[in-house]
């Protein structure tokens, strides 16, 4: 297999298994600047096994539709839904993935009431919010949004609301829109149905251009983001993201250890001497994300705001794109979330279910401050996916206010524990594992006081378990 085809102005070439790039680096090198490639790389193969599973693997129970369909999810995630880590359960998901060489798409967005979130995450190959449409960027009133790729030299049409532009031409559009309870599922659906996707030439009832060439997708392995074999998946997808001027040294650079945009790249072809300087690379990185973790992450100096956003944000660093993608991938960006993580108590001790019950306070008027919604989910520490209760709980959110029960100062506490608290209490519990977790406090919309600082988060209290 070694099939090559043209799209966008540059050659593509398919996986091959028989041959592979020039390594050119000595081990010494190679070991740098594996580690340095497999930071940058990561977060483009873990979108690339996400499209896998819901564009490609029709027989996947995550497919969600082809390309340039979209697919809704008309309800919230649970503990079975597997595509990707980290998921969030107030708004169910509507999902496209774009290719965009032939030409570009329309994104129509229904009217919807003025108080309920929607919007629609824009997100290129290298997992870069590149731009947004919805309740914060556009408001509730709808409209058509043309999405173009890196080449493309058209002209916009009159009633095309606003141009966004991706750097690759497989790009991913992520829809969420707010679910209120169980009973607001049908008002939901009723917006999804509005969702509309096209290409432009249907948009505007011309001749379709040439069709791009079929895409040969190799499919993934279980180990794919863990070993060397990453870069082979990060070359076919480099292929489909220009070089952007600011990484031109950086990808010649890789290209010393073979990790070039459409080249093959075959483990199997190394010999010992190369793939073990590449190992260790692989290793450096994932040392460094964890000691990041326990001294910036999990003490709340860096938050989520640092990791998710446009390539500006960003400024190069790929330390903290891999912690995105590491920890959550396709984040929303600070301006429209903002992500506060629970992997640790206040005596910065890591959280186990299994060792301790764990409660989280916040102080009359002291609620979190967001102008859309706020919501609390706990995750599986080992997974990184919803836990599975006989509640089917797996948040506390805003709008469950009403149901909570405030304690005798009007505060608010919420019990993280793996068995079920003292009946009265019930209403307040999150359902944990019984082994580590984690939660995530997301905020929608989050008000100033949230980024200036002037909010102080609440740390998670171990408490001893009841016998």
Do not use: C
Not at 139 to 146: T, V
Not at 279 to 303: L, P, Q, R, W, Y
């Amino acid at each position: 297999m070694n099939v090559a085809f043209r799209a966008a102005g540059f050659s593509l070439i398919a996986l091959s298994t028989s041959a592979w790039a020039d390594f050119t680096a000595s081990p010494e090198e190679a070991r740098a600047i594996a580690k340095e490639a497999y930071l940058y790389g990561f977060p483009v193969v873990e979108m690339y096994k996400t499209l896998y599973t819901q564009a490609v693997d029709k027989k996947s129970p995550n497919f969600k539709a082809p390309f340039n369909q979209i697919g809704n999810t008309a309800k919230a995630f649970t503990a079975k839904d597997t595509a990707f880590v980290t998921p969030n359960a107030d708004t169910p998901y509507s999902f496209v993935w774009m290719d965009l060489r032939a030409e570009p798409l329309v994104l129509t967005l229904p009217p919807i009431e003025e108080h309920r979130y929607y919007s629609v995450q824009l997100i290129d190959a290298y997992t870069q919010n590149f731009a947004y449409l919805g309740t914060r960027s556009t408001g509730n009133n709808g409209g058509h949004f043309m999405i173009a790729g890196p080449g493309w030299q058209g002209q916009q049409p009159q009633n095309i609301d606003r141009l966004l532009r991706s750097e690759s031409n497989i790009a991913y559009a992520l829809y969420r829109t707010q679910l209120f309870d169980e009973k607001d599922l049908a008002n939901v659906k009723q917006i999804q149905k509005g969702y509309k996707v096209e290409t432009l030439s249907h948009y505007v009832k011309q001749k379709a251009p040439a069709a791009a060439a079929k895409i040969d997708w190799p499919k993934p392995t279980p180990t794919m983001s863990e070993t060397p074999d990453l870069f082979r998946y990060l070359n076919f997808m480099l292929s489909f993201a220009p070089t952007q001027d600011a990484e031109k040294d950086l990808l010649a650079r890789f290209a010393k250890i073979g990790v070039e945009a459409g080249k093959p790249f075959n483990v199997d072809s190394l010999s010992a001497e190369q793939r073990k300087p590449l190992e260790d690379g692989i290793s450096d990185a994932k040392a460094e994300f964890a000691e990041f973790k326990k001294t910036k992450v999990d003490t709340h100096e860096v938050t989520s705001g640092d990791f998710f956003g446009t390539r500006d944000h960003l400024k190069g660093n790929y330390l903290y794109r891999y912690a995105g993608a590491n920890m959550g991938i396709f984040g929303n960006s600070a301006e429209e979330a903002d992500y506060i993580g629970y992997f640790v108590d206040k005596d910065g001790k890591p959280v186990d279910a299994s060792k301790s019950d764990y409660t989280l306070h916040f102080d009359k008027g002291a609620l979190p401050p967001a102008d859309a919604f706020w919501s609390l989910t706990l995750y599986d520490g080992k997974n990184k996916l919803l836990v599975a209760n006989p509640l089917n709980r797996y948040l506390i959110n805003s709008r469950m206010l009403p149901d909570l029960k405030l304690d005798t100062d009007g505060g608010l506490t919420l019990y993280m524990q793996h068995k079920a608290p003292a009946k009265d209490l019930q209403s307040n519990w999150l359902p944990a594992p019984n082994g580590p977790f984690y939660g995530v406090l997301r905020l929608y919309l989050p008000k100033p006081e949230v980024t200036n600082g002037e909010w102080k988060m609440p740390l998670l209290t171990p408490v001893t378990p009841q016998q």
